[in-house]
């Protein structure tokens, strides 16, 4: 028989204390926001454009200098900024001594072959391995062939409007949001309840409070309670600077209620099943982080998902923070309420089952 | 009906038999303090009273109650303080009280519990912040907000200083005057002659001896004895003239006279008069509880390690 008077006084008691404890303070709310500050900050100036390298070898002719037309052009792409280098400069000494990998280079004759209608290659240098070069030869090649029609008096028949499926478009803080609010929802029960699970059995606190008729399904209800409540002044305060400091579009709904709800209670369930299942803290410390880390960053809380390869994808679709951070996102930048429905489902039972496991394997006392 | 019986008590962890076969009752308002070396399976057999640890086997009643299976009422009847009591770091002593009393469901006179175990001052400094002693008392009142019949104090001054102790003792003794049933563990032998009514010392998870501390010097000790300090002559003087049994110490000048009966005393006395010898200083010294308490833990009573020792000694002498 669950107390909820039992469960009120345990909750103020632990809430007091972690008020008064000004680092688990500093750590539950005000460094995830600091997070979004560094990362907002990091990703809010000119998001996608790609500096390039170039050297214009063009010797120009007839008082002309396409080379030069050409790289100005490029440089008023939404897509590129063109950086120029000295024709004294070895180029491929250039790109390695600033570890580039892209570069640009027009050749000699390049006015000269032009205008003469002979054939004449601009050299583009990448990488593989480089996200940018894909975009830079993509570039490229649209000058390319926009500098052959007008050599010609063609025409451009078909053109591009840019649109996103979003109702808004949305920029990297749009993702950024949610994400580290899945972040928190994961580190702040998480990391508290290792500890304290830990903690608690080590220095005894588990048996001296199994002296007392709170019973440890109420204990760690309490402990639930507070941490949605931690998360919820989280999730306000992160959405505040989200939107205020980087104008984020973030669409609030009921339907992220189930987010806040369920994610504190599987983290700390999670939380208290690892630090009950651990000999000592600095084991239920390192296991703790072998949980947390890898679902910390595949999981789509700093980068969109669609960013990684497929098989990343599939690993991060077994994690548990998978489904809040997806569902943050299908709430508040997709407005994908179905989607959300099935995350809510998953979540739900993964939430469950982890919640009776921790309650059945914390033990009070000792055989 | 008494608040404890204990009958034929085991626990072991793994090979190791920590509690083998003990039995006592304590009575009403009684003191009962079990002291014993480190490892004696005082706690053991505290803890399984307490209701904190299941036992192998045999039979024990806490207010006439089995304390493993019906643990959550026998909690809410006795107060404990567990060896090295640690609370909340961020709670102070008074939250702590008012949280207890939510729990239990009673309404504490939080100023007057602070007050009985002389923490009033301190009310409101969180619990990190306070001394060792003060961190007892904290433990103290605690186990105190239940108001119960019954209480189980595990090593209460282990590690405090002199002072803090005897301030613990005090309110123990307070406790005491109100005829509360109190089981104390210590491995302080002063501590346990000043607050216990009865004391059973435990070794090697048997008791070794159980009764008043009287009883115990009586029993296990050697008796009272007569001192003389004196030359050898007289000695032999002495053990010529009289039936006594007279041991002498050369290095010490001492006589030493087992005192079988009152009147021993006068006869050698009286022999030593006679003797126109001179002898010093006189007194009678019997066994304090430290020499019973030595004398009986040193003995390798069914300790396995140490018989097993012995045997392998021998062997390798064959």
Same mark, same amino acid.
């Given at each position: 028989m669950v107390s909820f008077k039992r469960i009120y006084a345990d909750f103020k008691v632990f809430s007091v204390g972690y008020l008064r404890n000004k680092f688990g303070l500093f750590f539950g709310l005000i460094f995830p926001v600091v997070l979004i500050l560094i990362f907002g900050a990091i990703f809010s100036g000119d998001a996608g454009v790609v500096n390039v390298y170039a050297q214009n070898q063009d010797e120009g002719a007839f008082g002309q200098n396409?080379?030069?037309?050409?790289?100005?052009?490029?440089?008023?792409?939404?897509?590129?900024?063109?950086?120029?280098?000295?024709?004294?400069?070895?180029?491929?000494?250039?790109?390695?001594?600033?570890?580039?990998?892209?570069?640009?280079?027009?050749?000699?004759?390049?006015?000269?072959?032009?205008?003469?209608?002979?054939?004449?290659?601009?050299?583009?240098?990448?990488?593989?391995?480089?996200?940018?070069?894909?975009?830079?030869?993509?570039?490229?090649?649209?000058?390319?062939?926009?500098?052959n029609l007008q050599r010609f008096n063609g025409t451009m028949v078909i053109g591009m409007t840019s649109a996103t499926v979003n109702t808004e478009q949305t920029t990297y803080i749009d993702f950024l949001v949610p994400g580290l609010i899945g972040f928190s929802i994961l580190t702040n029960p998480m990391f508290s309840l290792v500890n304290i699970a830990a903690d608690y059995k080590k220095n005894k606190l588990f048996k001296q409070l199994s002296l007392t008729p709170l019973t440890k399904m109420e204990w760690l209800i309490s402990k639930v309670l507070f941490y949605i409540a931690l998360s919820a002044a989280g999730f306000i305060l992160m959405v505040a600077v989200g939107v205020i400091a980087f104008g984020a579009h973030i669409a609030l709904s009921l339907w992220l209620i189930p987010f806040l709800v369920l994610g504190p209670i599987l983290f700390a369930s999670l939380g208290m099943l690892v630090g009950s299942v651990a000999k000592n803290p600095e084991t239920a410390g390192v296991i703790g982080n072998v949980i947390t880390f890898p679902m910390m960053f595949l999981t789509g809380t700093f980068f969109p998902l669609?960013?990684?390869?497929?098989?990343?994808q599939t690993i991060a679709r077994v994690l548990p923070l998978y489904y809040v951070t997806e569902g943050l996102n299908n709430v508040m930048v997709y407005n994908n309420i179905p989607n959300a429905l099935i995350d809510i489902v998953v979540l739900g039972i993964i939430t469950l089952v982890i919640f009776v496991l921790a309650v059945k394997l914390f033990k009070w006392r000792e055989d | 009906m008494f608040p404890i019986e204990v009958k034929n008590l085991k626990k072991s962890y793994g090979s190791l038999k920590a509690v083998d076969g003990i039995s006592f009752t304590i009575k009403p308002g009684e003191v009962f303090g079990l002291l014993g070396p480190n490892g004696a399976g005082k706690t053991t057999t505290i803890e399984i009273m307490e209701g904190l640890r299941e036992r192998d086997s045999g039979e024990v009643k806490i207010l006439g109650l089995d304390p493993w299976k019906n643990g959550y009422e026998v909690h809410k009847k006795i107060g404990v303080i567990p060896q090295d009591f640690t609370f909340f770091e961020k709670t102070t002593p008074k939250e702590a009280i008012k949280y207890y009393a939510k729990l239990f469901n009673v309404k504490a006179d939080v100023d007057t519990i602070l007050k009985e175990v002389l923490l009033d001052e301190m009310e409101n400094?969180?619990?990190?912040? #306070?001394?060792?002693? =003060?961190?007892?008392?904290?433990?103290? !009142?605690?186990?105190?907000?239940?108001?119960?019949?019954?209480?189980?104090?595990d090593e209460p001054t282990t590690g405090l200083d002199p002072n803090a102790r005897r301030a613990i003792w005090e309110v123990i003794r307070k406790l005491?005057?109100?005829?509360?049933?109190?089981?104390?563990?210590?491995?302080? #032998?002063?501590?346990? =002659?000043?607050?216990?009514?009865?004391? !059973?010392?435990?070794?090697h998870g048997r008791i070794v001896a159980i009764g008043t501390t009287e009883e115990i010097i009586q029993q296990h000790g050697s008796g009272e004895r007569l001192e003389i300090q004196g030359e050898q002559p007289l000695a032999d003087y002495i053990r010529a003239n009289t039936e006594l049994q007279v041991e002498y110490s050369k290095t010490k000048e001492k006589i030493t006279i087992p005192l079988k009966k009152k009147i021993d005393m006068l006869t050698a006395l009286t022999t030593a008069e006679q003797s126109g010898m001179h002898w010093g200083e006189i007194q009678t010294r019997q066994d304090s509880l430290d020499d019973v308490f030595i004398s009986l833990i040193n003995k390798p009573l069914g300790e396995q390690g140490k018989e097993v020792k012995q045997k392998s000694n021998k062997k390798e002498l064959h």
């Open positions: 396409i080379g030069n037309n050409f790289l100005t052009a490029l440089n008023e792409s939404t897509t590129i900024r063109v950086v120029i280098v000295n024709t004294s400069e070895n180029f491929t000494d250039f790109l390695s001594s600033k570890s580039a990998s892209d570069g640009i280079v027009i050749p000699t004759s390049f006015t000269k072959d032009y205008l003469a209608g002979q054939q004449v290659n601009v050299t583009v240098y990448g990488s593989p391995a480089s996200s940018t070069s894909g975009i830079v030869s993509g570039t490229v090649n649209g000058y390319i062939n926009y500098f669609s960013m990684m390869p497929e098989y990343l | 400094h969180v619990f990190e912040s #306070l001394s060792g002693g =003060q961190k007892q008392k904290t433990g103290l !009142a605690l186990s105190l907000v239940n108001s119960p019949e019954l209480l189980f104090l005491k005057a109100k005829r509360k049933t109190i089981v104390l563990t210590t491995h302080y #032998l002063d501590e346990a =002659q000043q607050l216990s009514d009865r004391v !059973a010392i435990m070794d």
